[in-house]
């Protein structure tokens, strides 16, 4: 359920090439009744600098002149989603060239040991919803980036599979022994024990239709680990009069959906999935485990937006 609407944005890029087109309807629930939370220009100085310095000045603001940057929020399922977002063209403009690719392999190259160490806390957590000996288990890191978290699911003894909608991630995630899928193949249906799906669904312009995807791919009983930015208190601080746009749950052009926990649970009931108990840490994050390591179990099972869901063993039974 996309909720996208067919008329299209026209372009102000020197081409006939549609820059935006518009959601009037949730893309979770496909509900019509929303809120406005926010609309102003792409171009207004409170979105323009931010656009401007995160994109290190590679964003081309004259194409964004005739759109506004709206943040609804569906009164049905608690979804907030930006109403006018980028064709699919210019979304991997945007992934492919506004964004330092360069940059992001580095940071991930230079990240510490708390990182990885956090890796394998998550990766830990797989044998509590699949037991089995790790090479019987196959995994499938969906919007795997670089392929860290995968590589780290290989070092524990799964079967791992990943995909990537850019190519120079997957070479790159191909290269360390990763398979990659060039595509979610339906005939890999019923074919995953585990989906790993971390930051990804607040990108996409259909999430409804994504989640059916991965319930399609994992074997009845499977369990997906989906990890989405929390809308926190974004509501209040949209209503400060001097809000300024920032690399948060409503980013513009990049977050285009923005969960809470309400909204997930939405995503699990209509189908056939439920929310599950966050395992508890297999190792400490940082230093030695203690009161952290707790806080961060008991928000993760009560508060936060990265949640395990469940597929059920049996299709749900109409009445
Ligand atoms: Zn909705």
């Not at 230093?287 to 937006?305: A, K, M, W």
């Amino acid at each position: 359920m996309n909720g996208q609407d067919t008329n299209s944005t026209p372009a102000r890029n020197g081409t006939h090439t549609p820059v935006f087109i518009t959601r009037d309807r949730c893309p979770v629930c496909g509900s019509a009744t929303r809120e406005t939370l926010l609309e102003t220009k792409f171009t207004d100085p409170s979105v323009a600098s931010f656009l401007v310095t995160y994109y290190d000045g590679r964003i081309p603001l004259d194409a964004l002149t005739d759109q506004s940057y709206r943040l609804d929020r569906c009164r049905n399922c608690a979804l907030i989603y930006q109403a006018h977002i980028l064709t699919d063209a210019w979304m991997m403009r945007l992934y492919e060239e506004w964004i330092d690719a360069q940059a992001s392999l580095d940071k991930r190259r230079s990240a510490n040991s708390c990182y990885f160490a956090a890796l394998a806390n998550e990766v830990a957590g797989i044998a509590k919803f699949a037991p089995g000996i790790p090479s019987s288990v196959r995994v499938l890191d969906i919007g795997m980036g670089w392929g860290h978290w995968a590589r780290m699911a290989m070092a524990h003894g799964y079967e791992t599979h990943g995909y990537e909608l850019s190519a120079r991630r997957s070479i790159h995630a191909a290269s360390m022994g990763i398979r990659v899928l060039t595509n979610l193949d339906p005939r890999e249906a019923g074919a995953f024990d585990y989906i790993y799906c971390s930051q990804v669904l607040e990108h996409v312009a259909d999430p409804g239709g994504m989640m059916d995807q991965m319930l399609a791919l994992l074997r009845p009983g499977g369990v997906v680990d989906l990890h989405v930015p929390n809308q926190g208190l974004i509501t209040t601080k949209l209503r400060r009069p001097d809000w300024t746009a920032s690399h948060n749950a409503v980013h513009p052009l990049e977050h285009i959906n923005c969960f809470s926990r309400t909204t997930l649970r939405y995503l699990a009931s209509e189908r056939d999935m439920q929310l599950v108990a966050a395992p508890f840490p297999h190792r400490r994050t940082t230093g030695t485990f203690g009161i952290r390591d707790l806080g961060v179990y008991l928000y993760n099972r009560t508060l936060s937006t990265h949640v395990w869901l469940r597929r059920a063993q049996q299709p749900r039974q109409l009445s």
